[in-house]
T-cell receptor, first 114, second 111 residues
Framework: NAGVTQTPKFRILKIGQSMTLQCAQD?????MYWYRQDPGMGLKLIYY???????DKGEVPNGYNVSRSTTEDFPLRLELAAPSQTSVYFC?????????????FGPGTRLTVL | GQQVMQIPQYQHVQEGEDFTTYCNSS?????IQWYKQRPGGHPVFLIQ?????EVKKQKRLTFQFGEAKKNSSLHITATQTTDVGTYFC???????????FGIGTKLQVIP
Protein backbone atom coordinates (compact mmCIF):
# COMPACT_ATOMS: atom_id res chain seq x y z
CA ASN A 1 0.00 0.00 0.00
CA ALA A 2 1.86 3.07 -1.27
CA GLY A 3 -0.66 5.62 0.10
CA VAL A 4 -0.54 8.94 -1.72
CA THR A 5 2.20 9.34 -4.31
CA GLN A 6 3.23 12.49 -6.14
CA THR A 7 5.48 13.09 -9.12
CA PRO A 8 7.77 14.81 -9.77
CA LYS A 9 9.50 15.56 -6.45
CA PHE A 10 11.17 18.69 -7.79
CA ARG A 11 10.70 20.83 -10.87
CA ILE A 12 11.99 24.12 -12.21
CA LEU A 13 9.84 25.89 -14.77
CA LYS A 14 10.36 28.98 -16.82
CA ILE A 15 7.73 31.72 -16.80
CA GLY A 16 4.95 30.86 -19.24
CA GLN A 17 5.64 27.11 -19.34
CA SER A 18 2.98 24.57 -18.43
CA MET A 19 3.15 21.34 -16.49
CA THR A 20 1.05 18.72 -14.79
CA LEU A 21 1.65 17.58 -11.23
CA GLN A 22 0.62 13.98 -10.79
CA CYS A 23 -1.10 12.56 -7.73
CA ALA A 24 -2.30 9.01 -7.17
CA GLN A 25 -3.70 7.12 -4.20
CA ASP A 26 -4.28 3.41 -3.75
CA UNK A 27 -6.52 3.56 -0.69
CA UNK A 28 -9.79 3.75 -2.63
CA UNK A 29 -10.47 7.17 -1.17
CA UNK A 30 -13.31 9.19 -2.63
CA UNK A 31 -11.99 12.61 -1.65
CA MET A 32 -8.81 14.16 -2.98
CA TYR A 33 -7.29 17.61 -2.43
CA TRP A 34 -4.56 19.84 -3.75
CA TYR A 35 -2.83 22.31 -1.43
CA ARG A 36 0.03 24.72 -1.85
CA GLN A 37 2.38 25.69 0.95
CA ASP A 38 4.42 28.84 0.61
CA PRO A 39 7.57 29.21 2.75
CA GLY A 40 6.72 29.70 6.41
CA MET A 41 3.01 29.57 5.71
CA GLY A 42 0.13 27.20 6.20
CA LEU A 43 -1.52 25.17 3.51
CA LYS A 44 -4.03 26.73 1.15
CA LEU A 45 -6.58 24.62 -0.68
CA ILE A 46 -6.41 24.92 -4.46
CA TYR A 47 -8.98 22.37 -5.67
CA TYR A 48 -10.71 19.34 -4.30
CA UNK A 49 -12.72 16.42 -5.61
CA UNK A 50 -15.43 14.38 -3.92
CA UNK A 51 -15.33 11.59 -6.47
CA UNK A 52 -14.52 10.71 -10.05
CA UNK A 53 -15.86 13.35 -12.41
CA UNK A 54 -16.55 15.91 -9.65
CA UNK A 55 -14.21 18.77 -8.79
CA ASP A 56 -14.61 22.12 -7.07
CA LYS A 57 -12.55 25.20 -6.36
CA GLY A 58 -10.82 25.82 -3.09
CA GLU A 59 -9.40 29.03 -1.70
CA VAL A 60 -6.74 29.76 -4.38
CA PRO A 61 -7.77 28.15 -7.72
CA ASN A 62 -6.59 30.85 -10.16
CA GLY A 63 -3.91 29.64 -12.55
CA TYR A 64 -4.66 25.96 -11.97
CA ASN A 65 -6.91 23.28 -13.39
CA VAL A 66 -7.77 19.78 -12.27
CA SER A 67 -9.53 16.71 -13.55
CA ARG A 68 -10.65 13.49 -11.89
CA SER A 69 -11.33 10.80 -14.46
CA THR A 70 -10.59 7.92 -12.06
CA THR A 71 -10.85 7.39 -8.31
CA GLU A 72 -7.10 6.91 -8.06
CA ASP A 73 -5.72 9.92 -9.94
CA PHE A 74 -6.08 13.67 -9.41
CA PRO A 75 -3.64 15.63 -11.60
CA LEU A 76 -3.09 19.37 -11.17
CA ARG A 77 -2.37 21.41 -14.29
CA LEU A 78 -0.47 24.69 -14.27
CA GLU A 79 -0.96 26.79 -17.36
CA LEU A 80 1.35 29.73 -18.04
CA ALA A 81 3.50 29.35 -14.93
CA ALA A 82 4.24 32.52 -12.96
CA PRO A 83 6.81 33.20 -10.19
CA SER A 84 3.90 33.51 -7.74
CA GLN A 85 3.28 29.79 -8.24
CA THR A 86 6.64 28.90 -6.72
CA SER A 87 5.61 26.72 -3.82
CA VAL A 88 5.44 23.22 -2.42
CA TYR A 89 2.36 21.39 -3.66
CA PHE A 90 0.76 18.67 -1.56
CA CYS A 91 -1.88 16.26 -2.67
CA UNK A 92 -4.07 14.63 -0.02
CA UNK A 93 -6.86 12.11 0.12
CA UNK A 94 -9.48 10.96 2.59
CA UNK A 95 -12.20 8.33 2.58
CA UNK A 96 -15.13 10.23 4.03
CA UNK A 97 -14.18 13.84 3.45
CA UNK A 98 -12.10 16.37 5.40
CA UNK A 99 -15.01 17.37 7.62
CA UNK A 100 -15.12 13.95 9.24
CA UNK A 101 -12.03 12.03 8.26
CA UNK A 102 -8.24 12.07 8.31
CA UNK A 103 -6.45 13.50 5.31
CA UNK A 104 -3.42 11.54 4.14
CA PHE A 105 -0.80 13.69 2.46
CA GLY A 106 1.65 12.83 -0.28
CA PRO A 107 5.36 13.75 -0.03
CA GLY A 108 4.92 16.95 -2.04
CA THR A 109 6.29 18.51 -5.23
CA ARG A 110 8.67 21.45 -4.89
CA LEU A 111 8.11 23.78 -7.81
CA THR A 112 10.23 26.80 -8.69
CA VAL A 113 9.19 29.20 -11.45
CA LEU A 114 11.97 31.42 -12.77
CA GLY B 1 -14.28 33.96 4.51
CA GLN B 2 -13.23 31.80 7.38
CA GLN B 3 -9.93 32.65 9.00
CA VAL B 4 -7.93 30.51 11.35
CA MET B 5 -5.25 32.25 13.36
CA GLN B 6 -2.51 30.39 15.15
CA ILE B 7 -0.01 31.64 17.71
CA PRO B 8 2.82 31.75 18.34
CA GLN B 9 4.44 31.44 14.93
CA TYR B 10 7.74 30.26 16.42
CA GLN B 11 8.70 28.75 19.77
CA HIS B 12 12.09 27.70 21.07
CA VAL B 13 12.11 25.61 24.23
CA GLN B 14 14.70 23.74 26.26
CA GLU B 15 14.23 20.02 26.17
CA GLY B 16 11.98 19.07 29.05
CA GLU B 17 9.99 22.33 29.03
CA ASP B 18 6.33 22.45 28.10
CA PHE B 19 4.95 23.92 24.87
CA THR B 20 1.53 25.23 23.87
CA THR B 21 0.14 26.46 20.56
CA TYR B 22 -3.23 28.18 20.20
CA CYS B 23 -5.66 28.27 17.35
CA ASN B 24 -8.55 30.76 16.95
CA SER B 25 -11.23 30.77 14.28
CA SER B 26 -13.27 33.75 13.09
CA UNK B 27 -16.30 31.48 12.78
CA UNK B 28 -17.74 28.57 14.71
CA UNK B 29 -16.20 25.29 13.59
CA UNK B 30 -17.83 21.92 13.20
CA UNK B 31 -14.53 20.25 14.02
CA ILE B 32 -10.83 20.91 14.14
CA GLN B 33 -7.85 18.80 13.19
CA TRP B 34 -4.21 19.00 14.22
CA TYR B 35 -1.28 18.04 12.02
CA LYS B 36 2.48 17.83 12.51
CA GLN B 37 4.98 18.50 9.74
CA ARG B 38 8.62 17.57 10.25
CA PRO B 39 11.21 19.75 8.47
CA GLY B 40 11.19 18.87 4.77
CA GLY B 41 8.28 16.50 5.27
CA HIS B 42 4.55 16.44 4.71
CA PRO B 43 1.73 17.07 7.18
CA VAL B 44 0.76 14.07 9.25
CA PHE B 45 -2.60 13.87 10.97
CA LEU B 46 -2.48 13.90 14.77
CA ILE B 47 -6.08 14.16 15.98
CA GLN B 48 -9.57 15.46 15.31
CA UNK B 49 -11.78 17.22 17.88
CA UNK B 50 -15.52 17.40 17.31
CA UNK B 51 -17.37 18.12 20.54
CA UNK B 52 -17.59 21.40 22.40
CA UNK B 53 -15.13 21.39 25.33
CA GLU B 54 -13.53 18.16 24.17
CA VAL B 55 -10.13 17.19 25.58
CA LYS B 56 -8.05 14.39 24.11
CA LYS B 57 -4.65 13.09 25.12
CA GLN B 58 -1.96 11.26 23.20
CA LYS B 59 0.88 10.43 25.56
CA ARG B 60 2.51 13.83 26.25
CA LEU B 61 0.19 15.74 23.90
CA THR B 62 -3.10 17.26 25.13
CA PHE B 63 -5.61 18.72 22.70
CA GLN B 64 -8.52 20.94 23.69
CA PHE B 65 -11.51 22.29 21.78
CA GLY B 66 -13.17 25.39 23.22
CA GLU B 67 -16.71 25.50 24.53
CA ALA B 68 -17.75 27.84 21.72
CA LYS B 69 -15.94 25.67 19.13
CA LYS B 70 -13.96 28.69 17.93
CA ASN B 71 -10.63 27.95 19.55
CA SER B 72 -8.34 25.05 20.25
CA SER B 73 -4.98 24.34 21.79
CA LEU B 74 -2.24 21.75 21.69
CA HIS B 75 -0.06 21.32 24.77
CA ILE B 76 3.08 19.19 24.87
CA THR B 77 4.42 18.23 28.28
CA ALA B 78 8.18 17.78 28.77
CA THR B 79 9.23 18.33 25.16
CA GLN B 80 11.73 16.02 23.49
CA THR B 81 13.89 16.58 20.42
CA THR B 82 11.55 14.30 18.48
CA ASP B 83 8.81 16.91 18.94
CA VAL B 84 10.61 19.30 16.58
CA GLY B 85 8.45 20.39 13.65
CA THR B 86 5.58 22.65 12.69
CA TYR B 87 2.18 22.06 14.24
CA PHE B 88 -0.86 23.11 12.24
CA CYS B 89 -4.46 23.38 13.21
CA UNK B 90 -7.08 22.98 10.50
CA UNK B 91 -10.62 24.26 10.94
CA UNK B 92 -13.60 22.72 9.20
CA UNK B 93 -16.96 24.50 8.93
CA UNK B 94 -20.34 23.01 8.30
CA UNK B 95 -20.71 20.33 5.68
CA UNK B 96 -18.15 21.69 3.30
CA UNK B 97 -14.99 19.83 2.38
CA UNK B 98 -13.02 23.02 2.65
CA UNK B 99 -10.38 22.99 5.32
CA UNK B 100 -8.72 26.18 6.52
CA PHE B 101 -5.24 25.70 7.92
CA GLY B 102 -3.60 27.97 10.44
CA ILE B 103 -0.16 29.35 9.66
CA GLY B 104 1.43 26.82 11.97
CA THR B 105 3.70 27.00 15.01
CA LYS B 106 7.29 26.00 14.39
CA LEU B 107 8.73 24.30 17.45
CA GLN B 108 12.46 24.08 18.07
CA VAL B 109 13.66 21.99 20.99
CA ILE B 110 17.12 22.80 22.34
CA PRO B 111 18.86 19.72 23.79
Amino acid sequence: NAGVTQTPKFRILKIGQSMTLQCAQDMNHNYMYWYRQDPGMGLKLIYYSVGAGITDKGEVPNGYNVSRSTTEDFPLRLELAAPSQTSVYFCASSYAGASTDTQYFGPGTRLTVL
Amino acid sequence: GQQVMQIPQYQHVQEGEDFTTYCNSSTTLSNIQWYKQRPGGHPVFLIQLVKSGEVKKQKRLTFQFGEAKKNSSLHITATQTTDVGTYFCAGISGGYQKVTFGIGTKLQVIP
